[in-house]
């Protein structure tokens, strides 16, 4: 079992800039990806970005040069740099774990991002 446990989010005015951090934790040696979706009201879930084992990276169009994923291999941790942020980035962020390339993901419980304009 794998537990991912996410921080960073909160509130921010249009502009400002967060960093949501997620933590795994539980039986696994290796991964496939992890990384970030959001969530907004009434919308569907959607991928933000990833990294994955080897390192190479891939973002959404709608944050590509704003955001920026990154890791702590040591700490089992990966991170989201939110810089620029928009009122339309408001949505819950949710942290997964993909173990295998045709595996189910893991997830974090979700962290809620407010940006007010």
Same mark, same amino acid.
Request: proline content about 3%.
């Given at each position: 079992?794998?537990?991912?446990?996410?921080?960073?989010?909160?509130?921010?005015? %249009? !502009? *400002? $800039?967060?960093?949501?951090?997620?933590?795994?934790? &539980? @039986? =696994?040696?290796?991964?496939?990806?992890?990384?970030?979706?959001?969530?907004?009201?009434?919308?569907?879930?959607?991928?933000?970005?990833?990294?994955? %084992? !080897? *390192? $190479?990276?891939?973002?959404?169009?709608?944050?590509? &040069? @704003? =955001?920026?994923?990154?890791?702590?291999?040591?700490?089992?941790?990966?991170?989201?740099?939110?810089?620029?942020?928009?009122?339309?980035?408001?949505?819950?962020?949710?942290?997964?774990?993909?173990?295998?390339?045709?595996?189910?993901?893991?997830?974090?419980?979700?962290?809620?991002?407010?940006?007010?304009?």
């Amino acid at each position: 079992q794998v537990q991912l446990v996410e921080s960073g989010g909160g509130l921010v005015q %249009s !502009g *400002g $800039s967060l960093r949501l951090s997620c933590a795994a934790s &539980g @039986r =696994f040696f290796s991964y496939y990806a992890m990384g970030w979706y959001r969530q907004a009201p009434g919308k569907q879930r959607e991928l933000v970005a990833r990294i994955l %084992s !080897g *390192g $190479s990276t891939n973002y959404a169009d709608s944050v590509k &040069g @704003r =955001f920026t994923i990154s890791r702590d291999n040591a700490k089992n941790t990966v991170y989201l740099q939110m810089n620029s942020l928009k009122p339309e980035d408001t949505a819950v962020y949710f942290c997964y774990l993909q173990p295998t390339a045709w595996g189910s993901n893991y997830w974090g419980q979700g962290t809620q991002v407010t940006v007010s304009s």
